[in-house]
Nanobody
Framework: QVQLVESGGGLVQAGGSLRLSCAAS????????IGWFRQAPGEAREFVAA????????YYANSVKGRFTISRDNAKNTVHLQMNSLKPEDTAVYYC??????????????????WGQGTRVTVTS
């Protein structure tokens, strides 16, 4: 049974930082691309960042580029999302997701097979 468990969300003031973690089990973690998505109330789920199975390539939404950093530790089956200079518009539930590395897309939610339950991030002004 595949499980992705996010942690690290919380309440932070604008300009602050949070580090999200995604712990995976039940799959060959090093074979999967991992993505972070977020969904704000009343909004569609949107791509935030992704990292290829090897960790060799990373991708970011324009809205977070330069502020967020995605990384992975295949030995520990974890992915982290370091979020700096947070803004109120970053407020959302953040989800990690896993997909096999087929195709060139990395930002399409429907391509990701496994999803976590999400962790809430609230940024106050």
């Amino acid at each position: 049974q595949v499980q992705l468990v996010e942690s690290g969300g919380g309440l932070v003031q604008a300009g602050g930082s949070l580090r999200l973690s995604c712990a995976a089990s039940g799959l060959t973690f090093s074979s999967y691309d991992i993505g972070w998505f977020r969904q704000a109330p009343g909004e569609a789920r949107e791509f935030v960042a992704a990292i290829r199975w090897s960790g060799g390539s990373t991708y970011y939404a324009n809205s977070v580029k330069g502020r967020f950093t995605i990384s992975r530790d295949n030995a520990k089956n974890t992915v982290h999302l370091q979020m700096n200079s947070l803004k109120p518009e970053d407020t959302a539930v953040y989800y990690c997701a896993a997909k096999l590395p087929y195709g060139s897309d990395y930002d399409v939610p429907d391509d990701f097979r496994y999803w976590g339950q999400g962790t809430r991030v609230t940024v106050t002004s």
